[in-house]
């Protein structure tokens, strides 16, 4: 027999009998400060979820559900939703089906059967995915929804968490999360163990250690097993009870009330002394891991006869019996009454409509705009001496790319006060290169935030503020240090509007230091050549000016994208052309550029130098600075007149204008400094290729990483490579 049927044949036949398990607490229900009605309401709560997790069985048996992780043996967490104020975002773990019905009975209007069971069976009006997953979460009661298995949602979580603080500074428009609120994120024991949930509590009390509000409870939510691996008995306790400025509590989520007690003090203390709150809550697994599972392949018959013979809902029935809210016959009733409810309700919901085509599927890539009602008051009405003298002097000059990004920067925060900065030197130091000095004195550590060195807490800090209605730029110092966190954009940032029906996002502009071409610097960590981690993000805009006016445009662009279009845009700033003034020879000065104090420059607008017909060279960032200087070479020496073409913005790619501005030419030459395989140019030459007779070449960086030294530069494009290259098309034709 299956063992979610036994579960439920001993609760029935338990019940009957009056045979409850034994008091786990002394605590009585006064003590706790929990009603008899609150305490009904969990119970609630606790008996739909578990007959949720029955009918998802039988509904993934005969092909009408799909992927069931249950909550069963979980049902605790009811009591700690119910310790909570529905206002309190949750990032729930995939267990916590009980948190949000019973924070359903606290928001009226709700209808957690039909919508959690139109979730399980995939209906396009699921109202929380659209049919896209099977997610708990709900925008009416503050819950994003949640896909991570590995516990990735924690850093956000104490991105949104730092958020409130910020919010008694800054008062975004969109501001979704109150003032006095708090944040609740909840995960497994085994999840505590993935780097991911270790940087984010890490960050959490790294931060409460300087006194930074991060008021937010965690809950680890114990049962003991990852799938099939045991968690050694007090690992928990004993890895997170002595952190600093984390304060840990515990409690058996077996015995609600006690849950519900411990709860209550955790959620006071994050409140109060706005610091984190560890809650470690013991509990059981039933049934198995998720789906077809079965614990009887890694844990013996007497192992999961125990468990069994512990379930949560036969404690809370007995804590419902002994405080004379319901007798046995009442409690049977309405479990029975559920289990009819719950099938009558799957009949139908198993009629409701599908998702069926790709438009259908990816509707809710982009999310919807987004309005302001009012302006944003500048921060300093007198912007002259925001900048200062000396930058004011530098302004009516041409600036290289590195200033131009700072004046840009200095105008973006003046004009919008919930643009928040984020990252590893940033502020005091004003980043490795500079490009970032100066913002911390003009607009303060609130707004220009030093973080510790975790890439993955600096893109969750950022993600997290987007919930709370900031604009964050979250700075990585090095692309490659991107790799340590790509899951947060990935994972977690852009698949949020998608899983969520465009009902919750996280924009930001990402701003990432990279690509090749330095001297003598950092070898393959500090010139990483490769976006292709980028590049196949759904729904993500990457954008990679060449030069600094481009820089400047394309920066206020991203900037708006992420404001009133909710977008998520990666900015990938060429270290190399930071500093760089010049083009052709020394002084002339060339690569420096006017401060365009106005304007942007929308997705899809390329560059275009040049109008010669014999060779089209598509390039960007480094690669078109350098195939300026062939194409200047390829006209004085060779007589070939080139049109150099800068993308600008990698994705998406402006097809429909470059097989314009290219529709003329006698040979196309793609130079891409990124490596050949994973290479914008493999898309580029496929366009090309596929839409035109035009003969198509491609020159990227060798399929290898980047050399310290005098060969810095030898397994990428040149200046010499290009022309050879050109060469060879033109002959070719």
């Not at 991105?159 to 708090?182: C, M, N, V, W, Y």
């Not at 515990?250 to 959620?267: F, H, M, P, R, W």
């Amino acid at each position: 027999m299956d063992r979610a049927a036994i579960v439920d044949q001993n609760f029935k036949r338990r019940v009957a009998q009056g045979d409850f398990p034994a008091s786990l607490s002394d605590l009585s229900l006064k003590q706790s400060g929990l009603t008899k009605a609150g305490l009904s309401e969990i119970f609630h709560a606790q008996i739909l979820s578990r007959h949720l997790d029955i009918i998802a069985r039988k509904l993934s048996k005969a092909g009408q559900g799909f992927y069931t992780i249950g909550s069963s043996g979980h049902e605790g967490n009811a009591a700690i939703a119910w310790a909570m104020r529905p206002t309190d975002m949750a990032f729930l773990h995939y267990r916590g089906a009980a948190f949000q019905i019973a924070r359903s009975r606290q928001v009226p209007g709700q209808t957690p059967l039909w919508d959690m069971l139109l979730s399980f069976t995939a209906s396009s009006e699921d109202p929380i995915s659209g049919g896209r997953h099977k997610v708990l979460g709900s925008k009416p009661l503050n819950i994003p929804p949640q896909t991570s298995t590995i516990a990735s949602h924690l850093p956000k979580a104490v991105g949104a968490a730092f958020s409130i603080g910020l919010t008694k500074r800054i008062k975004p428009e969109h501001q979704q999360i109150p003032t006095d609120g708090i944040v609740v994120c909840s995960f497994g024991d085994a999840s505590l163990n993935h780097s991911t949930a270790q940087g984010a509590i890490n960050t959490a009390s790294w931060s409460a250690y300087q006194n930074s509000a991060v008021p937010m409870v965690f809950v680890c939510e114990d049962n003991g097993i990852g799938i099939s691996t045991k968690t050694p008995r007090g690992w928990v306790q004993a890895s997170i009870e002595s952190r600093p400025g984390l304060e840990y509590i515990s409690c058996n989520g077996l015995d609600v009330i006690e849950t519900y007690a411990k709860a209550s003090e955790a959620q006071r203390i994050a409140r109060a002394r706005k610091k984190p709150v560890f809650l470690h809550m013991s509990c059981i697994r039933l049934y198995g891991h998720a789906g077809p599972d079965i614990q009887t392949v890694y844990l013996s018959k007497e192992e999961v006869e125990a468990q069994e013979a512990q379930d949560p809902l036969l404690h809370t029935a007995r804590h419902i019996v002994e405080n004379n809210i319901m007798t046995p016959e009442e409690i049977l009733g309405l479990y029975n009454d559920t289990t009819d409810r719950v099938a009558r309700t799957a009949r139908q919901v198993v009629k409701r409509p599908k998702l069926t085509t790709p438009e259908e599927v990816s509707a809710s890539l982009i999310p919807p705009g987004r309005k302001y009602e009012k302006l944003s008051p500048s921060c300093h009405e007198n912007r002259d001496s925001l900048f200062g003298k000396s930058d004011m002097r530098a302004m009516g000059e041409p600036q290289h790319m590195a200033k131009l990004i700072n004046f840009t920067m200095t105008d973006l925060m003046n004009a919008h006060e919930d643009i928040i900065m984020m990252g590893e030197d940033i502020g005091h130091k004003g980043g490795v290169y500079g490009v970032t000095q100066r913002l911390q004195k003009r607009f303060g550590p609130h707004r220009m935030i030093d973080t510790l060195l975790d890439e993955q807490s600096i893109l969750g800090l950022g993600i997290g503020l987007a919930h709370n209605g900031f604009t964050p730029m979250p700075e990585i110092q090095f692309l490659a240090y991107l790799h340590n966190a790509e899951d947060q954009i990935r994972g977690e940032a852009a698949t949020l509007p998608f899983f969520s029906n465009g009902q919750f996002t996280n924009p930001m502009v990402m701003r990432v230091a990279g690509l090749g071409y330095q001297r003598g610097f950092g070898g393959h960590f500090h010139n990483d050549n490769s976006l292709a981690v980028l590049r196949d993000i759904p729904g993500l805009i990457i954008a990679c000016p060449s030069n600094g006016r481009d820089a400047a445009l394309m920066l206020r662009e991203a900037v708006r994208l992420a404001r009133e279009e909710q977008r998520i845009v990666a900015l990938i700033e060429p270290i190399a052309l930071y500093m760089t003034r010049d083009l052709h020879e020394e002084n002339d000065g060339a690569w420096a550029f006017d401060y365009p104090k106005n304007g942007t420059l929308p997705v899809g607008e390329i560059g275009v130098s040049g109008d010669g017909k014999d060779i089209a060279i598509v390039s960007y960032g480094n690669g078109y600075f350098l195939s300026l200087q062939a194409a200047k070479e390829l006209k004085d020496t060779y007589n070939i007149k080139c049109k150099v073409i800068d993308l600008r913005w990698l994705a998406p790619l402006a097809e429909t204008s470059l097989l314009v501005e290219t529709k003329e030419s006698r040979n196309i030459l793609i130079v891409d400094e990124c490596r050949k395989t994973g290479s914008q140019g493999e898309a580029l030459h496929t366009l090309f290729s596929s839409r035109t007779d035009i003969p198509t070449s491609l020159l990227a960086s060798d399929d290898c990483f980047i050399a310290t030294g005098p060969a810095y530069g030898a397994t990428m494009p040149s200046k010499d490579s290009i022309i050879e290259a050109a060469l060879k098309a033109h002959e070719g034709a």
